[in-house]
């Protein structure tokens, strides 16, 4: 009864708003804005799977989910006989590293949750299974998928600090939705928890751990590191910094500096939309800096940086490739409430971590780094500055940083067999 009520409830609020959507969308294709992908995808004209196949439709939002489900997909196209991935997304971005990398067999963006839309897309695609990446929650997808009585899975569930008021204020919806899920597989047992709080039944929750984990081991074989460079100066490297933070890390490198005179900084910006005031507060404080934009070779920049006190770089999809050549990774969005963002990849690179107060999106995996002696939390920029010249005074960051990498490599072997687990519920 109470999903019949939910079912008419969104469908009448949807045939409501759907008038209004069209002349949005048309008003903005007209003006030659982005339409938040294809036009004719996102009305459900999106490409057809192969027939006699099982078809695994993959549905994942942004850049790091995409990236995310590539181990996942690679596993399924190996180990299930006569299976075939179709990734949707719900970005230009996330299509666009899609199809760069060729995660998946085909991919597309997700038609909009209408009713037709949505049953249009299921008619091309002809899911076997389906897998949601984290908690994205489309009720039109599910009910088709419960109709049609296609088992539907959801990978990475997590409950963040930011969606868990959302959650609970609606929670005669959301615990209907996710109890539509055959499984749910968390990213931890808290996250386990939070979801037994908003209803969801004990026995469709299995707490998986974060699947990015074993990508981050698999993205660090396909980087060569050119043997030629030499580059022997501790380095700070500043990732994913947004502004309002950066001034913290400038005050801290120019305090260090009268101490550690050979020290490098590397900053790379999480957006580039605040580029002008980044150089704007780096020539105020006279630090000596080359910015990176262009198509150089890392070998060429990374050398420069041996004439330089710091390297801004403002080149997409480099960050990865920076670990490398630092020794204390800085995590950008820890002192401004975004919350946080990466710290796997900094732990494959064996390199220790500091962060600020405001690391809700990445809490569990923090917690689990310096429990291990890999990760350093600060409150405030004298602790910031302490902690940080205790470790170059020490070198203790190379132990750390060895620390956070066994952590990291026994969460991996963990996490791998609960995968394995998964495809044979898959097969």
């Known amino acids: 009864m109470r999903l019949f009520f939910i079912f008419i409830l969104y469908q009448t609020i949807q045939i409501l708003l759907f008038p209004f959507l069209v002349v949005f969308i048309l008003l903005r294709k007209i003006k030659g804005k982005p339409v938040f992908g294809s036009f ?36 399924i196209t190996k180990e299930i006989p006569n299976s075939f991935c179709y990734l949707t997304v719900g970005t230009i971005q996330g299509k666009k590293i899609a199809q760069q990398k060729k995660i998946a067999g085909i991919v597309s963006f997700i038609p909009y949750d209408f009713l037709l839309t949505m049953f249009l897309g299921f008619k091309r695609i002809k899911p076997y299974k389906i897998i949601i990446v984290e908690a994205e929650t489309w009720p039109n997808l599910l009910f088709l ?102 001034d913290y890390y400038l005050k801290l490198f120019k305090s260090l500096k009268t101490k550690f005179n050979n020290l490098k900084m590397i900053i790379a910006p999480r957006h580039f939309h605040w580029q002008e005031e980044l150089l704007e507060k780096l020539e105020k404080t006279k630090i000596n800096y080359i910015t990176w934009k262009n198509d150089y070779e890392k070998i060429t920049i990374i050398e420069k940086l041996n004439n330089y006190d710091a390297l801004i770089v403002l080149k997409l999809g480099e960050l990865f490739n920076l670990y490398p050549f630092c020794n204390i990774f800085f995590l950008g969005g820890t002192f401004v409430p975004v919350g946080g963002h990466n710290l796997l990849e900094p732990a494959i690179w064996k390199k220790v971590s500091i962060i600020g107060p405001h690391y809700f999106n990445c809490k569990e995996i923090a917690n689990e780094l310096e429990k291990n002696d890999g990760l350093i939390k600060v409150k405030n920029e004298t602790k910031l500055l302490n902690e940080t010249t205790k470790l170059l005074q020490n070198k203790s960051y190379n132990q750390m940083g060895q620390n956070a990498f066994n952590w990291l490599s026994r969460k991996t072997i963990s996490i791998g067999k609960r995968l394995e687990s998964f495809i044979e519920e898959l097969k």
């Open 40 to 75: 004719r995808q996102r009305f459900g004209f999106i490409p057809k799977s192969l027939k006699d196949k099982k078809v695994f439709w993959i549905h994942a939002v942004s850049v790091g989910e995409v990236l995310s489900v590539q181990n996942l997909i690679n596993k």
């Open 145 to 246: 998928a419960r109709i049609k009585k296609i088992k539907t899975y959801i990978i990475n569930a997590r409950i963040s600090q930011r969606s868990k008021p959302r959650y609970h204020k609606l929670k005669f919806i959301f615990k209907t939705l996710f109890n539509m899920c055959t499984k749910i597989y968390t990213q931890s047992k808290n996250d386990t928890l939070e979801f037994e709080k908003l209803g969801v039944q004990k026995n469709k929750l299995i707490t998986l751990g974060n699947i990015k984990t074993p990508n981050v081991l698999e993205k660090q074989k396909n980087v060569t590191l050119p043997k030629e460079i030499k580059f022997n100066h501790p380095t700070l490297l500043l990732g994913s910094i947004h502004p309002g933070e950066l």
